[in-house]
């Protein structure tokens, strides 16, 4: 069965030493199987601290990024393999068995113009070398499509499945996310029915960003599509209560989120997402 997760910034910006404590602890208490560690500056992390309090608190890890401006695809691609290679490395010493999100390029950063072959090319030649990296360090390497105002480079599920296809590399999975399929897909669940066996993540966002049930995502048809493609991935609760500076800008997040901050997207988003799964035969058994 697919595991529940919750996003780190429901809980901290930061993934120091004080943010690991936080987040885990509170994950612990709301019965979740793993945590998404927002790895942006993968040379910062305390690694064995994180393993460590996550094997005390019976969690499992998981990572994401956005490409820094400085290692950014397809501007700086000896930069952004670089970048890459060192958040696998600490990916796989946190014991995660994947890192994902905007891997392919940095958030915020468009060009005005549809992208163009020639930086697919340059994507695809970048990613398929890390993925193999990845591979051999026994990691898969997610693709997460954002919307227009994010990135000219991946809006869709279906973009997502051609640059996969175009890579060639069989670790490498589409990482879906509701917020931006709100905005970009044509539905939940044909979206999720043309990734198919490629979805393997998937980011359980309201439309504002705030507390699941709370918005207009159409959370029946998001798990109907889940369940029709039987998807055994992971899903993840996605708020951003706390941003990290670094991306706050380009995400526009200018407002709270969710009026009760982390105890209300936890406390009533996360049971409502439960629900829905369970509905659809998606639900795990462990409960805070």
């Known amino acids: 069965m697919p595991r529940f997760g919750v996003h780190t910034f429901v809980w901290t910006a930061d993934w120091d030493r004080a943010g690991a404590e936080t987040a885990l602890s509170q994950a612990a208490a709301a019965g979740v199987d793993i945590v998404e560690v927002a790895l942006l500056r993968p040379a910062e992390v305390d690694v064995a601290h994180s393993r460590a309090l996550a094997a005390r608190h019976g969690i499992a890890l998981t990572c994401s990024l956005g490409l820094p401006p400085e290692a950014s695809l397809p501007d700086h691609p000896a930069a952004a393999e ?54 051999g360090l026994g990691l898969t390497l997610g693709l997460e499509p954002c919307n227009r105002y994010e990135t000219h480079l991946l809006n869709t599920g279906r973009q997502a499945v051609s640059l996969i296809e175009r890579i060639g590399e069989p670790n490498l999975f589409v990482h879906l996310d509701t917020y931006h399929m709100n905005i970009e897909e044509k539905g939940f669940e044909a979206a999720i029915l043309d990734c198919g066996r490629h979805l393997r993540y998937i980011h359980l966002s309201e439309s504002d960003r705030g507390t699941p049930g709370s918005g207009n995502v159409d959370w029946d048809s998001v798990f109907s599509g889940l369940a029709r493609i039987g998807f055994d991935g992971d899903m993840v609760l996605e708020s951003f209560v706390h941003l990290h500076p670094d991306i706050a800008r380009a995400l526009c997040v200018w407002r709270p989120v969710a009026a009760g901050g982390a105890a209300e997207v936890v406390g009533t988003g996360l049971p409502f997402l439960r629900d829905k799964a369970r509905a659809h035969g998606l639900a795990r058994t462990r409960n805070p």
């Open 82 to 135: 670089s970048f890459l290679r060192q958040a696998l490395a600490v990916t796989a010493a946190l014991g995660a068995k994947s890192l994902s999100g905007v891997t392919y390029g940095t958030i915020g950063r468009v060009t005005g113009k549809p992208v163009t072959e020639q930086e697919l090319d340059i994507i695809a030649t970048v990613l398929r070398s890390v993925a193999r990296h990845a591979a």
